[in-house]
């Protein structure tokens, strides 16, 4: 069934004046009003708070992970034309970096063995940086040969996650990584580096700071111009977040931080304001949350965009990203996967939860 909507000013001043004066909509007025219509009208009736007086960043860039890590789990394959599509309308909301795709073996991730055809075929944009994951030197010099002008590492704090993942400890990917930054810095190519299990493992349970801490330095160290703190099974709090991010920060600069959330204990936005509040202004999402985690029953997979954008606007932070093309992105890939949208602003603005 399609989207109903008012069309008359005199509807819509009037369900906006009844949110202004009560604080919420009538529950009779729910689900009736086309985000394009409501979105602009609801942020308006909430005060921003000033960002310089708060002490929170003015901008956070936002590095949107759909493509690459909202994917590399869906079960069926998704066309390669539907993952050019997808990227190609991220590029068009104002994101200033896209992970696009995956060069690792067909055979550990098939959802990305077409990663060649992926990166030749996207549009992109002049100020929008597009990363890929390459977890060895042969993956790296595919990246470039296919025309990848970034990249990223992924590591671990947890040496049974990093043996489960990538078959190898954690010295070994360290090896391993600095082969791809020697190789990149000789080539004028940036590296992000990516230490997942930052706030807990689901084989080893809680990891120590000082582990993130001495992973996150070697990174920082080898050349990774970022360095990205993955809360991978989602088990973090704003007091594991804070504790975390205290023993990172003493081994690498802040400017040097980034943040990525899982919501599968419905702390991602939590733990993001917490990172925020503590100066860091990088933070990983994923459009619709595309990515459930294959290590904890019933997880919900990364923190959506819409939802941080959401967020983000309400703090009078800058992202520079249009919060309803995000949507409109998002609506498109979930009718693509025929599923529904983890994002509770997207779930909050469509009368069904998907957009129709």
């Not at 602009?40 to 929170?56: I, M, N, T």
């Not at 590591?155 to 049974?160: C, I, P, V």
């Not at 992202?319 to 009718?335: A, K, P, Q, R, S």
Request: with cysteine.
């Amino acid at each position: 069934m399609g989207l109903q909507y008012w069309n008359g000013d005199t509807g819509l001043d009037s369900v906006f004046s009844a949110i202004q004066k009560t604080g919420h909509l009538q529950s009779s007025w729910q689900g009736c009003l086309h985000p394009s219509c409501l979105l602009p009208q609801v942020q308006a009736a909430c005060p921003k708070l000033e960002s310089q007086a708060s002490g929170l960043p003015e901008y956070i860039k936002i590095v949107e992970v759909g493509p690459r890590d909202g994917l590399q789990n869906e079960k069926v394959i998704v066309p390669t034309d539907i993952k050019i599509e997808l990227i190609n309308r991220l590029s068009k909301t104002g994101l200033p970096a896209i992970e696009v795709t995956s060069f690792v073996s067909s055979k550990w991730v098939p959802q990305m063995a077409d990663h060649k055809e992926v990166m030749r075929g996207i549009e992109r944009h002049p100020g929008v940086q597009y990363p890929v994951l390459t977890p060895n030197l042969q993956g790296f010099h595919s990246a470039i040969a296919a025309g990848a002008t970034e990249v990223s590492v992924f590591g671990a704090a947890s040496e049974s996650f990093s043996k489960m993942n990538i078959n190898c400890s954690i010295e070994e990917s360290i090896e391993k990584f600095e082969e791809i930054a020697k190789s990149a810095r000789n080539m004028d190519i940036p590296v992000r580096g990516y230490v997942s299990c930052a706030l807990g493992c689901p084989y080893e349970g809680n990891i120590i700071p000082a582990k993130v801490a001495e992973v996150s330095k070697r990174l920082y160290s080898m050349g990774c111009y970022e360095i990205s703190l993955g809360d991978t099974i989602g088990v973090g709090t704003p007091g594991s977040m804070k504790r975390m991010l205290e023993a990172v920060m003493k081994e690498i600069p802040l400017s040097a931080l980034a943040v990525h959330c899982h919501d599968t204990y419905g702390q991602a936005l939590a733990n993001i304001l917490t990172a925020i509040q503590m100066g860091v202004a990088v933070v990983d999402s994923s459009v619709a949350g595309l990515g459930g985690c294959p290590y904890a029953k019933g997880a919900t997979g990364n923190v959506a965009t819409e939802d941080v954008i959401y967020m983000l606007n309400g703090l009078g932070i800058n992202t520079g990203v249009d919060l309803y093309t995000v949507m409109e992105t998002g609506n498109f890939i979930c009718t693509a996967l025929n599923k529904k949208t983890n994002s509770k602003v997207a779930q909050a603005s469509f009368n069904t939860g998907t957009i129709h």
